[in-house]
């Protein structure tokens, strides 16, 4: 269980390509770091890899083992994948946000489901009905290996042995890191490599409206999943963010759309969310600034959503917007 081989050897390694269309009134460049060229369409691959094989190395998982994890689809994805490579039962707890694409997905790789329809009653967010379902599978599986992307050093661990050393290989220089928060992940690996080589690079962190990661004040109803979470994260370190842009779902959607139309990037929603906050700091950036956005993950599994017209035309001001044709 060991051998890394096979597909789990294509993991890493993605494109960095320069968005000069999209940013090409800006003064400064822009790169994006395409993690949706990973084998499982997203950056989760890399923690979920790292997560599962740490766990086989600590003796944590044994060839019945089930593997159980809370995700809104991207991760539930990685490690079904991975699970499946290994031969490892994998049951998700999901919730009404994750795209229908996602399950067929899950399904596909042989994933056991189970959606938590009622949201948390004290906080009204769906991460905590999951986590709870989590801890009760754990009662009643036994031979269960819970990764808990939220808390696992393995999940930061791996963007900072990998993502970002790969962007570093490539660029003379960094002066803006834009990425995304959920998990806390990616941004605390890349953060604390660029600390550790001494680097001065801003990392800007992009979080949901009304997320409860950098506490954006006020509530917003969150129907795309991957930013964002309903409680701060074990993993989070707040002071590793030089600056927090929030976005709504809208924001995404727009930003999605344009990577679309000005550099045929199919990107899901977190990549459109990144992306308008650069829109939005664009005025603050100095001219001749290296810039970098790592996108999450691809788009296809957003076409009932982001790209589908009448779902977005559900989202206030989206037609004020102009995302409606």
């Given amino acids: 269980m060991n051998a890394l081989d096979g597909l789990l050897s294509a993991i890493g390694r993605t494109p960095l390509v320069r968005l000069a269309r999209m940013f090409a009134d800006a003064p400064f460049r822009v ?6 060229m990973n084998p499982g369409g997203s950056a989760k691959d890399r923690p979920a890899l790292r997560m599962i094989r740490d766990a086989i190395d600590r003796g944590l998982i044994g060839p019945r083992t089930t593997v159980i994890e809370s995700s809104s689809g991207n991760l539930a994805i990685s490690l079904a994948l991975i699970c499946k490579f290994y031969g490892l039962r994998f049951v998700c707890v999901v919730d009404p946000r994750t795209t229908s694409a996602h399950l067929r997905t899950l399904r596909s790789l042989g994933a056991g489901i189970e959606t938590v329809r009622e949201p948390d009653p004290l906080t009204g967010e769906y991460l905590p009905a999951r986590i709870k379902r989590i801890r009760e599978l754990q009662e009643e599986l036994g031979d269960c290996c819970w990764p808990n992307q939220y808390a696992n050093p393995a999940n930061y661990l791996a963007h900072y042995g990998s993502t970002m050393p ?4 490539e660029l003379d220089r960094i002066d803006y890191l834009f990425c995304g928060v959920s998990t806390f992940g990616t941004l605390r690996g890349c953060a604390e490599r660029l600390r550790d080589e001494g680097l001065s690079t801003r990392v800007i962190a992009v979080d949901a409206a009304g997320s409860a990661i950098f506490e954006s004040g006020g509530s917003a ?14 993993l989070c370190r707040r002071e590793l963010a030089d600056r927090v842009v929030h976005v709504t779902d809208l924001d995404c959607v727009a930003g999605c759309r344009e990577l679309r139309d000005t550099e045929a990037i199919l990107a899901g929603a977190s990549s459109g969310g990144v992306v308008t906050a650069i829109r939005r700091m664009q005025a603050d950036i100095p001219a001749d600034s290296v810039c970098v956005a790592i996108l999450p993950d691809r788009g296809d599994r957003y076409l009932d959503t ?3 017209d009448k779902w977005v035309s559900a989202l206030p001001g989206a037609s004020a917007e102009g995302l409606v044709r």
């Avoid at 790969?166 to 290989?169: D, N, S, T, Y």
């Avoid at 109803?221 to 074990?234: H, K, S, T, Y």
């Fill in 221 to 234: 109803v969150r129907r795309l999943p991957g930013l964002g979470a309903a409680i701060v994260p074990p």
């Fill in 306 to 308: 982001v790209y589908d």
């Fill in 31 to 36: 790169y994006a770091k395409l993690e949706m």
């Fill in 166 to 169: 790969e962007i570093l290989r």
